[in-house]
Nanobody, 116 residues
Framework: QVQLVESGGGLVQPGGSLRLSCLASGSIFINVMGWYRQAPGKQRELVATITRERRTNYADSVRGRFTISRDTAKNTAYLQMNSLKPEDTAVYYC???????????WGQGTQVTVSS
């Protein structure tokens, strides 16, 4: 089992920035880490992923504004969010997949609210 703990969410004005962190703990090696988000009334959607080799993938809606990174040795992923828009408002969930695995582990989520 893997436990994921997110932090860094909060209230920010449009155009502002936030940095989310996700610490993964457990006895397995993690392959992919990433971030999803779920806005009110919408399905959970992919935001960004990063592999153990630091290959990244972004949703079109955040590419150029968000940057995902990780410290592999610490099993920690980060999401730097710049130029935030009201439509970025959502609960952001950290996820991780073990080496050789196909099941996502999930954190409990952290609220990001972008509002003037």
């Amino acid at each position: 089992q893997v436990q994921l703990v997110e932090s860094g969410g909060g209230l920010v004005q449009p155009g502002g920035s936030l940095r989310l962190s996700c610490l993964a703990s457990g006895s397995i090696f993690i392959n992919v880490m990433g971030w999803y988000r779920q806005a009110p009334g919408k399905q959970r959607e992919l935001v960004a992923t990063i592999t153990r080799e630091r290959r990244t993938n972004y949703a079109d809606s955040v590419r150029g504004r968000f940057t995902i990174s990780r410290d592999t040795a610490k099993n920690t992923a980060y999401l730097q969010m710049n130029s935030l828009k009201p439509e970025d408002t959502a609960v952001y969930y950290c996820t991780a997949v073990a080496l050789g695995g196909s099941t996502n582990y999930w954190g409990q989520g952290t609220q990001v609210t972008v509002s003037s």
